[in-house]
């Protein structure tokens, strides 16, 4: 019930992509829109935990600045 769902938040931006890759690379998760968070699933089935790595990028408008940030995720169950 406590952290369920990983994603961003934002106001003022454009161009929206949120990426998640599995540790073989694999991509689990990907959306163009910021209201959308990753469940911790992938292809309908319950993901293995560990850590995944995620990639959001956008366009901030009212800086007209493009956002680019990279990290990594714990899933644990």
């Known amino acids: 019930g406590v952290n369920d769902f990983f994603g961003a938040k934002g106001i003022n931006v454009r161009d929206f992509n949120l990426s998640i890759y599995n540790r073989w690379g694999e991509l689990v998760f990907e ?19 560990g850590s995944y790595v995620f990639v959001v990028s956008a366009f901030d408008i009212e800086t007209e600045e493009d956002i680019s940030k990279e990290g990594t995720v714990s899933l644990l169950r």
């Open 31 to 49: 959306s163009d829109d910021i209201n959308d968070h990753w469940d911790g699933t992938y292809k309908g089935a319950v993901a293995q935990q």
